[in-house]
């Protein structure tokens, strides 16, 4: 199959049994029916909410090491990474 931006060549691409057809020169990606409900179907994850922040004796927030951390790679990233 063609690109249809550019003409080039498609390469496929299985991850997480999702076949992926995407273009190695404009990075453009498609899918077939029903890979994007895979893809969203996989990548829910249920996760629970932070614990709220505690309070110090003088009625202000304790720093509880609430850092604004790096965003770790997801799964859409591990599928998307060529």
């Given at each position: 199959?063609?690109?249809p931006i550019d003409g080039t060549a498609l390469v496929i691409a299985e991850?997480?049994?999702v076949e992926i057809d995407y273009c190695p020169q404009c990075r453009g990606v498609w899918?077939?029916?029903g890979e994007l409900d895979?893809?969203?179907d996989r990548s829910v994850v249920q996760?629970?909410?932070p614990p709220p922040p505690g309070?110090?004796?003088h009625g202000g927030y304790e720093d509880q090491g609430y850092r604004?951390?790096?965003k770790r790679g997801g799964f859409l990233?591990?599928?998307f990474d060529f």
């Open positions: 199959m063609k690109c991850r997480s049994g899918l077939d029916r895979k893809i969203i996760a629970p909410p309070r110090d004796m604004k951390k790096k990233e591990d599928l």
